[in-house]
């Protein structure tokens, strides 16, 4: 039977020990000499211990600074269906929309080919972020046809959850109908906005939201904080 | 009927010479100064066209260097069927793998979990770089149960291609069960592979396939260069 390799048993108690609470999110783990002494090996098997986490997703090293415990990334399933606040109290944390900004503009030409509107014609933007137990997840700038939906800008301003407005405004439902992903450094104002460095990574989606019978009603761009959310696509 | 604002009007433009080639991927913009002269606007109009270009993925801004066309991201569905030489086909480009290595070890625990196995069998990992008319795409690290695809090692270090080398060995069709995403930055090694600098920006998906009866045949870690892949996920 195979050996298992001492790095991978070092990378699995370490590990344990996190999920355990040991250590939590954010704090220091002990130095590479400490943890070289604590199990009797190199520094070169606790480096490569510590990086088989970091790939994984378990802890951050920071030049200088140390290695740090990661946070569990929240879980954001994209389906048929995405609710953000269903999302975030799926994951057993409190959901929260912060508005930035509701306003309504004629559309630009990406708007009009995503929405299917005439060049010009006027479109709700509802900007904000998504916090979930107070912790910025995402920003994001979501347009919606005002031709068709002429109260939701009034509605957005008193509600904050698009679900809702749209209810209001005589949408029961509606579909996830395209979702794309890029990957983008944060810009100076994202990196305030998200509590995030400058250069940060983010997850960019481009969302189309459809109802049941096919109207294009919002086209939403997200961006998402790369440490802090991981997408989930399940093919059921 | 509302006006578009000059700056809409700007990147309207300067997007439609891109879209026309007059500017290529990889060229520089005229200057801020250049572009405001042309326009008969100040700076600011000009900057503020540039972000909303910037944001939209149409043009890259190096501090110091210059706005500088963005090559147009390839376009890599995600759905029921991932197949990279398929995909990369599709949008009209010569797929290639390059193999970084085979080999035949036990398991982690992650790579357990994810396949099913008991802990330590052994597993065929698969590392490379996926390349689109030669400009390297990604970096992979697949794992495979070697219990169950005893040659499969020997069929990969010599189709390179995942989907041919499991055809090869009794697995005529596979399914994508679930994905996971993330963003992340380049570490040195990744940053070699790919031609980025350390630190830019990464799209990570974790891919679990399966049988059609259900049986998990591959993990897959892909690291996706941020800016020449957008996934797409179509909810049909």
Redesign the interface.
Known sequence: ????PVW?AI??TL?AEIGAGHYRAGDKLPTEAALAARFGVNRHTVRRALA?MAE??LVRSRRGAGVFVAAA?T?YP???RVRFHQNIRASGRLPEKRVLRVET??C???EARALGLAP?A?VVVYEGLSLANGTALAHFVSTFPAGLLPGLADTLAEVSSVTEALRRNGIADY???????????ASPTQALHLGLRE?????RTEAINVTPEGVRIERGLTW?A??R???????D
Chains 1, 2 share one sequence.
């Not at 250069?199 to 997850?203: F, K, S, T």
Request: charged fraction near 30%.
């Open positions: 039977m195979p050996r298992t991978t990378a699995t590990a088989d994984r997703g990334p879980d994209i389906g048929r503009r004629p630009d030409p990406l010009g006027p579909l996830r109908a395209e979702t794309r992903v890029s990957a983008e450094r250069g940060d990574p983010l997850l998402f790369g440490d959310v991981t997408l989930s696509l399940a093919n």
